[in-house]
């Protein structure tokens, strides 16, 4: 009867070290799924801030001269320094309306010319319309909002010409009418009042081919029409830079 006794209390402890160890097993594995799901959050944490720095510099970057860089539309600060000054730069704008060339003078105006060449190899002015046309003055474009609101995410500083620089066919800098507050937005002077106009804007090119087709343009305007709206919509199809 005694041995019976201690054979169930024997076979009791066993069955409570059994139990003991499966448990410790059992939490041996949840502190191991734990571990693992807190690793793979970690790196996918560092992956993605990773990924957002990367962006943000890249966004900041010179692009290719190539054109092979992406288009991006969004910066959060204004570019480097990406051109030579004392190389010669032309931009060909193909339009809705027909194609043209800029020539570009980063001579007088180094930031203002870097500015532009850096968003247009970003193709940042691919799809962008001339939102404002005014008769007898000038042809705006550059918007990505396509109301006049918008720009690149930063501005940049003035680079002022002498008065009397501007004339038909230049291409300046547009801003907010405060200073050092040019982004994307560009005119080009189609007629008198654009060429009297104080020398408030950067100079940064003129038009060296393609007049007839910013007067085709300009014949888009309608006089008196709010914040310049033309007739009939005018896009930018891309921007190619030259150098040489």
Do not use: W
């Not at 009867?1 to 169930?8: F, G, I, S």
């Not at 991006?72 to 004392?86: H, N, Q, W």
């Not at 995410?153 to 050092?180: C, F, H, R, W």
């Amino acid at each position: 009867m005694a041995t019976q006794k201690r054979q169930r209390k024997k076979t009791g402890r066993q069955a409570r070290q059994q139990a003991i160890a499966a448990e410790r097993r059992r939490q041996s594995r949840r502190r191991t799924v734990i571990a693992t799901v807190v690793v793979v959050a970690l790196v996918a944490l560092v992956a993605g801030l990773t990924g957002a720095f990367s962006s943000n510099s890249s966004k900041n970057a010179c692009p290719k001269a190539n054109g092979s860089s992406p288009k991006t539309t969004t910066f959060a600060k204004p570019p480097p320094t990406c051109i030579d000054p004392s190389k010669t730069y032309t931009a060909t704008m193909k339009t809705s309306q027909g194609e043209l060339t800029i020539t570009l003078n980063p001579k007088i105006a180094p930031k203002t010319a870097n500015n532009f060449i850096v968003l247009a190899r970003y193709h940042f002015y691919d799809g962008v319309t001339f939102h404002r046309i005014v008769p007898d003055f000038v042809i705006q474009g550059g918007d990505p909002k396509g109301d006049g609101t918008g720009g690149p995410g930063y501005t940049i500083p003035d680079e002022l010409p002498q008065q009397g620089q501007y004339k038909i066919g230049s291409v300046v800098m547009a801003n907010t009418g405060q200073p050092n507050s040019g982004g994307s937005q560009f005119f080009i002077i189609t007629g008198q009042q654009g060429v009297q106009l104080p020398p408030q804007y950067s100079l940064f090119g003129q038009v060296t081919a393609g007049m007839d087709t910013v007067q085709k343009i300009a014949a888009l305007g309608v006089p008196g029409a709010p914040n310049g709206t033309p007739k009939e919509k005018v896009t930018i199809d891309s921007v190619t830079i030259q150098e040489s």
